[in-house]
């Protein structure tokens, strides 16, 4: 049986994962935590009385007492970092679903996971449709170089934009370079209006009630677009990706960054 923390337990993300842990036949859910101190027996918040597991807020003292193999973050982007330093810290592998680490901060838990032999993963989304939409969109980016995305969600999601928007366009700008497009005199009569730019990928984060996670990645050519379009309609769409990164971390040496690299050839 896999030992698992769930860090963000009581979050939209980390409820479900409880769930979906809790259900796996595989699984043993030994430890819960969450950001400020609080009472919670967790199996009350599920709404499942026979679950006897407090919520605790440290989580070092959590993985010493519980002593998992396998550490789920679905906290915040400023809590994750340190989360998982403490994991690693701890010899225990991260499953990190939390947005927002950036590219130094993903180098140096790297580092530190090598150093201590320890397997893990960061992935911006664990829903198989959206890697595919990636590996699909990174095929015809060679096409058709004119590109931008849409990234639609929550209005409760902190960070802009996603970590799936962000993680598209360094696929897209690493197959086609950089470049220009549009009109190279353009120009914005409300700051923003075009989007945020990495390479020369504009990304649109539109933030609503009533969305979950969705994204368009649009391309232009001569005479014809082409959009592909993946759409999380429910929480339940990531965890199938949960469970498989819970399975695969424990057989791999190193920390990774995207699900993809895990499950594609
Ligand atoms: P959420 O509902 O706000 O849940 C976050 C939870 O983390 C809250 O209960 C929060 O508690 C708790 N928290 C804050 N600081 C903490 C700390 N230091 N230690 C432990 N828990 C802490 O957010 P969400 O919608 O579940 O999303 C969580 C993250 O997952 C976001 O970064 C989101 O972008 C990402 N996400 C990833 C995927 C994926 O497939 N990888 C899918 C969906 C979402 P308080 O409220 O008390 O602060």
Do not use: W
């Not at 043993?28 to 918040?45: C, E, F, H, M, S």
């Amino acid at each position: 049986m896999i030992r698992v923390v769930v860090s963000g337990a009581l979050g939209r993300m980390g409820q479900e994962s409880c769930r979906a842990i809790l259900d796996a036949p595989d699984m043993i859910l030994v430890g819960a935590v969450d950001g400020t101190p609080k009472n919670n027996k967790l199996g009350q918040v599920l709404g499942r009385e026979d679950i006897d597991i407090a919520v605790h807020s440290d989580l070092q003292t959590t993985l010493q007492q519980t002593t998992p193999d396998v550490l789920v973050d679905f906290t915040n982007p400023k809590a994750v970092f340190n989360n998982i330093k403490t994991t690693i810290d701890n010899r225990v592998r991260p499953v990190v679903g939390t947005t927002g680490l950036s590219s130094a901060e993903i180098e140096y838990l790297k580092k530190a996971a090598a150093q201590r032999g320890i397997g893990g993963l960061i992935a911006p989304n664990f829903a198989i449709g959206a890697l595919l939409m990636i590996k699909f969109s990174a095929m015809a980016v060679k096409y058709f170089p004119h590109v931008e995305i849409i990234e639609l969600h929550h209005d409760q999601k902190i960070d802009a934009p996603s970590g799936t928007a962000l993680k598209t366009a360094e696929v897209l700008a690493e197959v086609r370079g950089k470049m220009h497009q549009g009109l190279p005199t353009e120009y914005e009569k409300i700051t923003g209006a075009r989007g945020g730019n990495y390479e020369g990928v504009r990304i649109h984060s539109v933030r609503l009630p009533g969305y979950v996670a969705h994204q368009e990645v649009i391309f232009g050519g001569s005479g014809q677009t082409l959009t592909i379009r993946h759409d999380s309609i429910s929480r339940d769409s990531f965890m199938p990706g949960l469970l498989m990164s819970v399975r695969a971390v424990i057989n791999i040496n190193e920390l990774v960054y995207g699900l993809e690299n895990l499950i594609f050839e």
